[in-house]
């Protein structure tokens, strides 16, 4: 199962050209595509629906979009409202179905003179070969580890609180003929991978915080229920590798809850990549 994670500016490259054919192109070879920066109906990108456009050129996959930065975009013809959004957030695609999704606001910074947007986790219950499987896109705030922070606390209790609370629905009912029960009842697996654009590097305190702390001693401490680091665990180093033209460090990642740390294979940059100002992460696990 091949993964990928792409920032994908917008679908605006480091060459100045707005070209979301590029960007599926780039990422087409993926069974499972976590994508941040993806806007609908913006004027600097042709007011195009970028999901939509994805989609169609990825016909394969199903995919879920998650609206973080959600503003009013509608306008009047021929004397009706025509109802449009303004939206700017994360998505995930899927060769497999995508069972359920949900959607959580992270901690919002407000700052009086720096730009800073609302930012959001999308939750995917992907139906993989391998079994169930959450899968999660992520941006975090570009600002400052003291912005971040929140918004990792807020991700580690998502992603530790969503097994015991269940699928999107869980329980019976108490009458059958009810229509309300259509399907089984959707799981919500202990496994999961995290993905995105988190604005940190290795040495940050939001990495700390996700994996575990260091030691002169001992080196870098993995907790038994902190995720694990898919670049690390597939032999690369912590201070090797970019996914940001703009840092000489990677600032993407993709983390893994521990269960998934045997099946992880390999984990690389596509450098090569031109459609955004960052590079394409990509990690592969077994079935």
Known sequence: MRCVSYNIQYGTGADGRHDLARIAAEVADADVIALQEV???WARTGMVDSPA?????????????????????????????????????TMVMSRWPIISTRNFPLPKWGDRKLHSIQQGLLEAVIDAPGGPLRVYSVHLSHLAPSTRLPQVERIIEILRSAPGEGGAWCGGHPDPTSGWIEEDEPPMPESAV?????????RGPEYERLIGGWSQLHGRLTGRRSLADAWVETGNAEDEGSTYSGVAARIDHCFVTTDLVPRLVRAWVDDGATGSDHWPLWVELRH
């Not at 995290?194 to 290795?202: A, C, I, P, S």
């Open 194 to 202: 995290l993905m995105g654009d988190m604005n940190f590097t290795y």
């Open 53 to 89: 456009v994805l989609s169609e050129h990825l016909p394969l996959h199903h995919w879920v979009y998650g609206a973080n930065l959600d503003m009013d975009a509608s306008f009047v013809d021929d004397g009706r409202v025509v109802t449009r959004r303004k939206q700017f957030g």
């Open 39 to 41: 806007d609908r109906f």
